[in-house]
């Protein structure tokens, strides 16, 4: 049997990313396989501060997993105080997450670090270790305390680790100055977009231009999408994002008063209904040193609806220009998009898209040649 605790980006949720769809098939693919899916710890102070719940809240602590009975775990720990008062506060969750796959009987388990502040696990344990890079946050906006932490954890990982991936050429770039790192791309689910979808009730009637994804001024240009929304509104379109919305008071403002329509997140099997009922999907991102880290989900996921796309000159879209995507300057973006959505001809062709299957096949390779080492 193969034990592997996952401290991951992102909890395990509705909405799923390259984490929960690469767990998913490994469990599929490898029966001998258990995984403790670690999320990100809950943290009431930051709770109270930003006012998203009345009262502070603890973590979800050690449950089952939603598939796969007795061979996926989640945890959630519980951050009780900001780093900059408790300097421990990355060794207490370390120690829960540890005490965690102790209690599942994983002894000797495959480390799979996603986020940076996984190093904690790392040098607390003898475990083998997988660094996966899916964003260069070391590259992000951040108070410069927080990125020197990240860039002092992701250094130590790209030391520590046995095995590094990465998800997009940039980052093999970057991070295999001083390694070897192995490129596994993002995929997408193509059989889900191989059945009919209704129309969801809560599209908008009419023409719509849509943006799938994370709605955070990391990715997006908020103005360019206002100014968008705008252009579309004055020829009866709509602009809809699907997606979370992290975002500060004033930009959630500044896209509402444009008439974005800002739907928020969706479950994972609606998703595919979302981009083939959309007139144009769109990408207006910001072109920055994090985002050219980047290999977007959503490259697959436009391809696979063979919608007409419309995108900045980002990575993960400025390579795909040609039929069915269109690459412009923000400048130009919102007619380009004005221009697409009253296009008659909104069939892309159809091209070859990568499966989430065949990802994990390459992520299992990985795993094996980290297992297969001798103890450190």
């Known amino acids: 049997m193969t034990d592997i605790v996952l401290v991951s980006l992102e909890a395990w949720d509705a909405v799923w990313r390259r984490n929960q769809h690469l767990t998913h098939q490994l469990l599929r693919l490898d029966p001998s396989l258990r995984v403790l899916f670690v999320e990100p710890a809950a ?28 061979r996926l775990w989640l945890f959630q720990g519980t951050k009780w105080l900001p780093r900059r008062l408790d300097a421990r506060a990355d060794d207490r969750i370390a120690a829960a997450i540890i005490r965690s796959a102790h209690r599942l009987g994983m002894t000797d388990p495959l480390l799979w670090v996603n986020d940076p502040d996984g190093v904690a696990v790392a040098r607390r344990t003898r475990w083998r270790c997988l660094y996966d890079i899916t964003d260069d946050w070391t590259l992000a906006e951040r108070p410069e305390r927080e990125r020197a932490r990240i860039r002092e954890h992701d250094a130590a990982l790209l030391s520590l680790a046995d095995e590094v991936i990465v998800c997009s050429p940039a980052l093999v770039t970057s991070k295999s100055t001083t390694r070897p790192v192995t490129l596994v791309p993002n995929a997408v689910d193509l059989a889900a977009f191989a059945v009919d979808h209704a129309r969801p009730a809560d599209l908008p009637t009419g023409p719509v231009a849509l943006y799938l994804g994370t709605v955070h001024p990391d990715r997006m240009d908020l103005e360019l999408t206002a100014r968008t929304s705008r252009e579309l509104a004055a020829a009866d379109g709509r602009l809809v994002l699907v997606g979370p919305a992290p975002l500060a ?25 979302y981009l083939l009922h959309a007139d144009v999907l769109v990408v207006p991102h910001v072109r920055t040193p994090f985002t050219e880290s980047l290999d977007p989900i959503k490259r697959y996921e436009y391809l696979a609806a063979r919608r007409p796309v419309v995108s900045t000159p980002v990575a993960g879209f400025r390579e795909l220009a040609g039929p069915g995507v269109t690459i412009c300057d923000p400048a130009d973006f919102p007619s380009t998009v004005r221009a697409a959505l009253f296009d008659a001809e909104r069939r892309a062709p159809a091209v070859p898209i990568p499966d989430w299957g065949l990802r994990a096949r390459e992520v299992h390779e990985r795993i094996g040649v980290v297992t297969a080492t001798t103890d450190r």
Not at 48 to 67: F, H, K
Not at 249 to 273: E, I, K, T
């Open 249 to 273: 008071a004033s930009g959630r403002h500044r896209l509402v008063d444009a008439g974005v329509v800002l739907l928020g997140p969706r479950p994972a099997p609606s998703v595919p209904a």
């Open 43 to 70: 943290d009431p102070v930051h709770q109270l501060r930003l006012s998203r719940t009345p009262v502070a809240t603890r973590g979800a602590g050690l449950r089952p997993g939603p598939e796969a009975p007795g």
